[in-house]
């Protein structure tokens, strides 16, 4: 079973649109979380962190549910350059600090 | 302040070669891993470093070797290349504990 699960997408949206990304991970003692953002061809650059309290950044919301093994990304007032791979992250530091990513999930966002 | 730098950008190998990875960060990060990308798999980890001198294997460390001389620099090595190496190989650094990775450009190798 994988570590990180995302639905690969594509998401195509309309500029203006909300959009949601859902992904689950599969062990219980993931410490942290976060949303990478890969533009194409680039590398991965973090978005935000989540917290289990749920965090914002701007149009950016992310929310961790610990006994669902599930984390969102919601994306209010989708832009144009909003268009990226998004990547779901988890790291256990129990196992040297290991970084599990998700296959990610292409967005599109259309004029 | 560079971050972190890969070397090359671009690599065709044949077969059974063998070649170097070279990967250096200039922010004194303890943590720096190699992952490699391929399509519908996402990043895999090879191997990491926790400190100079400290290295361990990732989840996929098979034909790939690595040692940690220096804080700076992180370089993979390819001991006969296989064409099942064909991919897209990042280098990531941080503080231990720290929540963000910074990743190099990527190095994207086909071997023939």
């Known amino acids: 079973r994988k570590e990180v699960e995302q639905d690969p997408g594509p998401f195509n949206v309309p500029e203006g649109a909300t959009v949601a990304f859902n992904c689950t991970y599969s062990?219980?003692?993931?410490?942290?979380f976060f949303w990478y953002r890969q533009d194409c061809r680039k590398e991965p650059k973090l978005l935000m962190s989540?917290?289990?309290s749920g965090n914002e950044d701007g149009r950016f919301t992310a929310q961790l549910n610990r006994a669902s093994q599930y984390i969102s990304l919601l994306i209010r007032d989708s832009k144009l350059s909003d268009s990226a791979t998004y990547l779901c992250?988890?790291?256990?530091?129990?196992?040297?600090?290991?970084?599990?990513f998700g296959t990610g999930t292409s967005l599109t966002v259309i004029p | 302040n560079a971050g972190v730098t890969q070397t090359p950008k671009f690599q065709v190998l044949k077969t059974g070669q063998s070649m170097t990875l070279q990967c250096a960060q200039d922010?004194?990060?303890?943590?720096m891993s190699w992952y490699r990308q391929d399509p519908g798999m996402g990043l895999r980890l090879i191997h990491y470093?926790?400190?100079?001198?400290?290295?361990d294997q990732g989840e996929v460390p098979n034909g790939y070797n690595v040692s940690r001389s220096t804080t700076e620099d992180f370089p993979l090595r390819l001991l006969s290349a296989a064409p099942s190496q064909t991919s897209v190989y990042f280098c990531?650094?941080?503080?231990?504990?720290?929540?963000?990775?910074?990743f190099g450009p990527g190095t994207r190798l086909l071997v023939l």
């Open positions: 990531a650094s941080s503080w231990f504990g720290e929540e963000t990775q910074y």
């Open positions: 062990n219980s003692a993931s410490q942290s």
């Open positions: 989540v917290y289990s």
């Open positions: 992250v988890v790291n256990n530091r129990n196992t040297g600090n290991q970084f599990y």
């Open positions: 922010m004194n990060h303890e943590y």
């Open positions: 470093s926790v400190g100079a001198g400290i290295t």
